[in-house]
């Protein structure tokens, strides 16, 4: 059998937490700002957590399950 591969974009855009679970960032903070709220860019800047329900792709793409 091969090797089991990670996915390098995927190595790049998460990290998982001492708990299990999976950080992620958030979309539409990188260009077109100007039309976006000063609140709405904050919330952004926050990092979020991946729902449960993508929580076992992620997983197969870093290769952890």
Do not use: C
Request: net charge positive.
């Amino acid at each position: 059998m091969p090797k089991m591969k990670t996915l390098s974009g995927a190595k790049k855009r998460f990290k998982l937490t001492g708990t299990g679970k999976i950080k992620r960032k958030h979309a539409f903070h990188s260009h077109i700002l100007t039309k976006k709220s000063t609140k709405r860019k904050r919330r952004l800047v926050k990092t979020g957590l991946v729902d449960e329900t993508e929580k076992k792709r992620v997983l197969l793409m870093l290769g952890l399950k």
